[in-house]
């Protein structure tokens, strides 16, 4: 099942950006299929930023303060790269020293966009191609959000439960 597909995807926890009530309205109310919902659905507002220069330690203060699992890097609209908890965990486990170690220094710079017109099952497609558990989103050439493999999972595990939930008489 397609449910089943994103468990092989998500390793570890991420940020759940989206707006739970936005997406059970769309599934349930329209009977949508989860695949043909559009990402704009599942992303939230505002994207979360950290500066290139920004220590370990204030990515980490700035990740539990937006209740997010990755932040984009750099100022304005556009982005210089994304860093995750995964990237945070990777460079102490290589001994890194939080205080000295800049985002920029651990920030993923091969970036995944899709648009915000994109289908749920489009971006899950990217997600699997590239190797990547988050997908920035843009409308219009402006960074509108981020969706995450958790998201994805989210609007496939929501599509699922409504269809166990239908009566059948």
């Known amino acids: 099942s397609s449910l089943a597909a994103w468990f092989a995807v998500v ?21 949508v299929n989860s695949g043909s919902m559009l990402v704009s659905v599942l992303i939230g507002a505002p994207v979360f930023r950290v500066a290139a220069d920004a220590s370990l330690h204030e990515v980490s203060d700035a990740l539990v303060a937006a209740g997010v699992g990755a932040l984009v890097v750099g100022d304005g609209d556009g982005a210089a790269g994304i860093v995750s908890e995964r990237d945070i ?35 899950a497609e990217k997600m699997m191609e590239c190797y990547v558990r988050h997908v ?7 960074l509108v959000g981020i969706v995450s493999a958790r998201d994805l999972l989210g609007a496939y595990a929501s599509a699922d439960m409504d269809s166990a939930d239908v009566d059948t008489d």
């Open 89 to 123: 965990v990777g460079a102490l486990a290589e001994r890194r020293d939080p205080a000295r170690t800049r985002a920029s220094d651990i920030a993923n710079t091969t970036l995944v966009w899709c648009d915000a017109e994109a289908s749920v099952a489009e971006v």
């Open 136 to 142: 920035l989103v843009e409308d219009g050439g402006r």
């Open 11 to 31: 390793l570890c926890p991420s940020s759940l950006l989206q707006v739970r009530s936005r997406v059970d309205v769309c599934v349930m109310s329209g009977g």
